[in-house]
C-alpha cells in the first residue's frame, strides 16, 4: 500500500519553473516505482516522468530536459522540477506509484492504466 499526497503548483507565465512535491507513505519504497501524470483539460492522462528505487528516471519526451524527478529519501519526498514551462503543460499533476515489474528491477510504461496509486492531483497553469 502507498499514500501519496501532493502539495505545490500554481500558476507561471510561459518560461517559468514550478516545483511539486510529493510524499509518498509505504513501508516498501524499494518495491515501487513512483512517478507523475498529468491530464490537461478535455484530455487524456499522460505519464510526464518515473523513477524506480535505483534513482533511475524516464521522462515522456515533451520534457526531457526541462523536468527533473527527484527525491529525498530522507523525508520520503519525490519532486518533479518544472524548468522552461509553456502553456501546454496546464493541467492536473497527480502524484503516482506502482510496483516495480520484472523481479522489482523496472517502471511500468509510462501509461496510466500500469499505475495502481494515484494522489489528488495538483493544479499548474502556464499562461503565455
Known amino acids: 500500500q502507498v499514500q501519496l499526497v501532493e502539495s505545490g503548483g500554481g500558476s507561471v507565465q510561459s518560461g517559468g519553473s514550478l516545483r511539486l512535491s510529493c510524499v509518498a507513505s509505504?513501508?516498501?519504497?524499494?518495491?515501487?516505482?513512483l512517478g507523475w501524470f498529468r491530464q490537461a483539460p478535455g484530455k487524456q492522462r499522460e505519464g510526464v516522468a518515473v523513477?524506480?528505487?535505483?534513482?533511475?528516471?524516464t521522462y515522456a519526451p515533451s520534457v526531457s530536459g526541462r523536468f527533473t524527478i527527484s527525491e529525498d529519501s530522507a523525508r520520503n519526498t519525490m519532486y518533479l522540477q518544472m524548468n522552461n514551462l509553456k502553456p501546454g503543460a496546464t493541467g492536473l499533476y497527480y502524484c503516482?506509484?506502482?510496483?516495480?515489474?520484472?523481479?522489482?528491477?523496472?517502471?511500468?510504461?509510462?501509461?496510466?492504466?500500469?499505475?495502481?496509486?494515484w494522489g489528488q492531483g495538483n493544479q499548474v497553469t502556464v499562461s503565455s
Open positions: 523513477v524506480d528505487g535505483y534513482g533511475r528516471a
Open positions: 509505504t513501508n516498501n519504497r524499494g518495491g515501487y516505482c
Open positions: 503516482v506509484a506502482s510496483p516495480l515489474l520484472y523481479g522489482g528491477r523496472y517502471c511500468p510504461p509510462l501509461l496510466a492504466p500500469q499505475y495502481n496509486y
